[in-house]
Each structure stands twice: as C-alpha cells, then as structure tokens.
C-alpha cells in the first residue's frame, strides 16, 4: 500500500500548531483575530481601534450630575511580518505528518516562535508598574505577592493572571520556594519539571521563556541625588514632566521608571490615595542639555481625583525629587505579570498567490498563517516560506507589571 501525500493544508495546520504550542508570553496575552483583516490581501499597516473601559466619578447627595461620555481609545496596528524559510523535497511530501513535523518543521518554527514572543516581550516599555530590586534575581514569595498587589491596587481582574519569566529567574523561584507549597503535587511537579507550573500564589500560571528581554537604563548620573521636578505641574491629563539637576548631556531612555516624591497612586474605582508612590515609565528617549531634561514624554498621563480618570493624588510639585529604579547605563532583566488583557496580540491574513506549487493559510486561536512554496526555475530548487503578519499592544498598562531581575 503507497504512502499517502501530505497536503498544503495538512502542513499548514501543523505548522501552526507547532507554532502556537511554542508560544510562551504570546499564548497567554489577549489574541483577537480580527475580522476586518479577515479579507483577500490584507496590507501591512493596517489598524484597529480599541475601545478602553469608560470611567466616570461617582457624586453625592441627591442632585443628579450628569456626565459626558468618556470614552477612551488606544490603536493597534498590524505591521510585523515575519517568514522563515523551510525546504522540503517531494520525497518528504509522502512521510507520516507527525515525522515531516518532527524533521522539517519544527526545528524552524519554534524559532519563529521565539522571535515572535521576543517582539512582544517590548511591552515592557509601555508598562510603568514595577516590583522587585534592579541587579537581583527574584526568587521569593515575596516578590511574586508584591506584583499580585499592583495588580489588585489598579483593580485589574483577579482571573487569568501570568507571570513570564527568564531562566535565571525560574531557577531561583523554584528553588527559593521549594518547600513552600502544598498540596504534594505541586511540589512533585516542580521537581519533575524544573518549572513552577499553575495554579501558584493566585498566578494561573508561571512560565520561562528566553525571549524576556533585558532593559538598559539611560546615561544619567549614576548617584542622582538631586534629581527634581523643574515646574509644578498644574494641566489634568498631562504627559511631560521637566527634570533638572544632572549634568551635560545625561539621558533617559524609552522604558526607564521613578517616581516622585508626594506623587501617591489611587485606586481607579474609589479613587484613593493606595499608598504607594505612582510609578512612571519614560515613553521616550530624552536628552538633558546641561543636565536638564525640559520635556520627558511619561505615562501615565497625570490626573488626578478631580477627574473621572484619576491615577496619582497629587500634581508633581516644583523641587519635588525624583528617584529613579535601577542604576544608570546598566542592563535588567524584565520579567513580565500580567492579567491577560493588559496585552493584545492580533494577527491578519496575508495574500494567498495564485499560481504557485503549494499555497494555504490557516487560523486557530487567533493566529493567521501562510505557507507557500514555489519552483525556482534558476537554481532548480523548491523553496517555501512561512508567514505571520501581526501586531500587538499594551492596551491595559494598569494590568501589567515589570518584576526586575
């Protein structure tokens, strides 16, 4: 009996499996596959608007105060492409699927995979919340529940909660927390697996992956002792600060965190002080000349209780001194938390050619792939290429927190 030939379909579907089963930070993220992008051809560039929760303040007594609809946006847009290249002989066409799989496909496609959650490990520069202590691996409870009370302190939901960490950071939490758990079968998978696994300190589940990336910090003194805020600020809804007392041409870069001093976070729901100095993360890269820094791009946007968006207590006041995590010119590990939709991850259907040897396109759980394979009449050969064309977004920051390593 003749051995069947595989499909580009069959392929494709595999492929996409093998890719999606290798997916780390991507796969607990929020992936919408969109259905505007849904069509023959789909562009580079395109965009959706995402609609965010509207808030409102909530008044007193019995005279009814009405509110303008507030409602807030952010976008994503569906600009990364990226392909790698797989060769396959006919001869390979009529192998078991789960062998083709295993010789052909796999070794290319976790890479693609990496790359993947790499790109969208970049969240981190958008997400201002932080624990842990810069230049040391976490590897306690301690730090684990530190993140959980961000999260609960910006009122994220209590569900779907990840966290996704680097290799040193999974050995030191296995191993500083080894004795901590029961019941025994928590303990016994950790030990089989060297992984910390689900259903740990409220975390559905926690992860490693190689592609959590290291942050490095700005040029700034080393000791900024006598960084300040240059100018009260007075303006709901603000987005720069002015920073003075470094020297020449110091910087800060895109991703670097401080806080202010007096500046306390709120909760979004009562909107009181939480007790903790509001974090903010530099959205920027930003040079000092002569060691002030006039305008550094933030986020959040400052409001406060006044208005129905309210994040900190207090305006930055002028002399206020800012202090900021992590020395300078020095690399941190970012290992991420997060609630699910704090991140989107979306993914469009990229051009199906006509007239080739091989052409599919797949989707399951909100991943679009393309294969296709053509004879390359010039060098006699018949290569194929695998496509993902997606983007992603940090559309909930509050969601969202840094666990530096």
Known sequence: MSNSILTIDMITRK?????????????????????SFAVEGAKIGSTLRIRLPDRALVTDGAALQVQD???????LTVASQKHIGVNFTSAELTMQLDDFAERVLKPRISQLASSIDADVANS?????????????????????????????????????????????????????????????????KQFASGMMGTGVLGYDEVNMSQSILNHTTG??????????????????????????????????????????????????????????????????????????????????????SS????????????????????????????NLVYQKNAITFATADLLLPQGVDMASRQVHNGISMRIVRQYDINND??????????????????????MWG
Do not use: H
Not at 15 to 35: A, F, P
Not at 69 to 75: A, K, V, Y
């Open 15 to 35: 492929s996409l499996e093998i890719l999606e089963n290798n997916l780390v930070l991507t796969r607990n993220v929020n992936r919408q596959y969109d259905d």
């Open 69 to 75: 609809d507030n409602e807030q946006f952010t976008t």
């Open 124 to 188: 981190y520069k958008s997400i201002y919340s932080a624990v842990g202590t810069p230049g040391t691996t976490p590897g306690t409870s301690l730090v684990m529940l530190q993140a959980q009370q961000k999260l609960n302190e910006f009122a994220a939901p209590m569900n779907e909660r990840f966290l996704t960490c680097n290799p040193a950071a999974n050995a030191a939490l296995v191993e500083g927390m080894k004795g901590f758990f029961n019941p025994t079968s928590t303990i016994s």
């Open 219 to 304: 040029t700034r003194t080393a000791t900024p002792a006598t960084l300040t805020i240059s100018g009260t600020t007075s303006t709901q809804g603000a987005t720069t600060v002015s920073i003075a007392g470094d020297t020449g041409s110091a910087t800060f870069k895109q991703g670097d965190i401080f806080t202010i001093a007096n500046v306390f976070s709120v909760n979004p729901q009562t909107r009181q002080s939480t007790g903790s100095l509001q974090q903010f993360v530099v959205t920027a890269d930003a040079t000092a000349s002569s060691g002030t820094w006039a305008s550094i791009s933030i986020s959040p946007a400052l409001y406060t």
């Open 307 to 334: 208005n129905a968006l309210a994040n900190v207590d207090a305006f930055p006041q002028n002399g206020a001194a800012v202090t900021v995590l992590g020395a300078a010119s020095t690399q941190y590990a970012q």
């Open 381 to 402: 050969r018949m290569p194929c290429r695998i496509d993902v064309l997606y983007g992603f977004n940090v559309i909930r920051a509050p969601m969202a927190v840094r």
